[in-house]
């Protein structure tokens, strides 16, 4: 084994530690199935958030075990509790292209 090996870092891992899961949900991605939707907090300090340009609470789409938390990929960011649980509880994905039959004419889905 390398010395490389040794000194590596899995970025994504480390990304995921600075957020907490607050509420998850399913929602219906572009193809019309069924993924999930979920809203984290970061755990940082606020100094250490306002340094490095951190949103204090971010909204990521797609299953939690292959989309961990990322600001780069963030669906959503906002800096309020307030903002945070408007968003989240008001989003519900392509659901309703898909109730209102328009998600293939707007080229959605399959």
Not at 82 to 100: K, M
Request: hydrophobic fraction near 25%; glycine fraction near 6%.
């Amino acid at each position: 084994m390398s010395d490389y090996d040794d000194e590596y870092v899995d970025v994504e891992e480390e990304e995921a530690e600075n957020w907490n899961l607050i509420r998850c949900k399913e929602v219906t991605d572009a193809d019309g199935f069924t993924t999930e939707y979920s809203l984290y907090e970061c755990n940082c300090s606020d100094e250490w958030r306002e340094e490095n340009d951190y949103p204090k609470y971010i909204c990521m789409f797609g299953d939690r075990d292959l989309y961990p938390p990322d600001v780069m990929y963030a669906d959503w960011s906002g800096e309020t509790e307030q903002e945070a649980d408007e968003w989240f509880d008001n989003y519900h994905g392509y659901e309703e292209e898909f109730e209102q039959g328009t998600a293939q004419s707007n080229g959605l889905g399959r």
